[in-house]
């Protein structure tokens, strides 16, 4: 397995026990999320060109992925602060980060 489907792995399951099914609605929004921190994580970039080159996907082409990652960025059915509220109350003495 590669290092990022790996870290992928990882991190949906440590997220999906965190986020309430009425944050995400669908879980695609979790896995591109967590595509878009293993593309960040492992590239140090913000570039969606460059996260494209580093998913498993059965998208045949680099542009495809891209436009995936765009749509994510810009779902207006996603609200941050409802996705961040359950993981920072997750953390310990996430009180003083409120």
């Not at 965190?18 to 609605?25: A, E, Q």
């Not at 979790?30 to 460059?50: M, P, S």
């Not at 409802?82 to 310990?92: F, K």
Request: glycine share 2%.
């Amino acid at each position: 397995m590669s290092e990022a489907k790996q870290m992928h792995c990882d991190l949906m399951n440590m997220l999906l026990p965190i986020l309430p099914r009425s944050v995400f609605g669908d879980i695609r929004r979790v896995a591109n999320l967590v595509w878009a921190i293993v593309g960040l994580c492992l590239t140090q970039t913000i570039r969606l060109e460059v996260w494209s080159e580093i998913i498993e996907s059965r998208a045949k082409y680099a542009a495809s992925r891209v436009r995936r990652f765009a749509r994510f960025l810009h779902n207006s059915a996603i609200d941050p602060k409802e996705w961040y509220t359950p993981l920072i109350q997750s953390v310990p003495h996430a009180e003083l980060l409120l």
